[in-house]
Nanobody
Framework: QVQLVESGGGLVQAGGSLKLSCVSS????????MGWYRQATGKQRELVAV???????NYEDFAEGRFTISRDNAKSTLYLQMNNLKPEDTAVYYC?????????WGQGTQVTVSS
């Protein structure tokens, strides 16, 4: 059974930075495509960035240039470095594993950006 555990969220002022982590277990992490999503209160969950097993990353427009998705296969860990945070980045951030037999989600970590 795949388990994803996020951490690293918190309260930060606008312009600040946070680094989120997602530790994966129960799968061969190095073979998994992974992603970060977020969901603000009252809004639908949206994609932030994805990274494939080869380390190729893609970003949504709002994340391009400010956020960096990365992975450490030796630690089975996915990261999201977020810089120059804005109040509109406030949301619960989730990591996702794209599985052949179905996707897996973490429980989420809250990011709050104050103005």
């Amino acid at each position: 059974q795949v388990q994803l555990v996020e951490s690293g969220g918190g309260l930060v002022q606008a312009g600040g930075s946070l680094k989120l982590s997602c530790v994966s277990s129960g799968s061969i992490f190095e073979l998994d495509a992974m992603g970060w999503y977020r969901q603000a209160t009252g809004k639908q969950r949206e994609l932030v960035a994805v990274i494939d097993s080869g380390g190729i990353a893609n970003y949504e427009d709002f994340a391009e240039g400010r956020f960096t998705i990365s992975r450490d296969n030796a630690k089975s860990t996915l990261y999201l470095q977020m810089n120059n945070l804005k109040p509109e980045d406030t949301a619960v951030y989730y990591c996702k594993r794209f599985g052949v037999n179905g996707d897996d989600w973490g429980q989420g970590t809250q990011v709050t950006v104050s103005s």
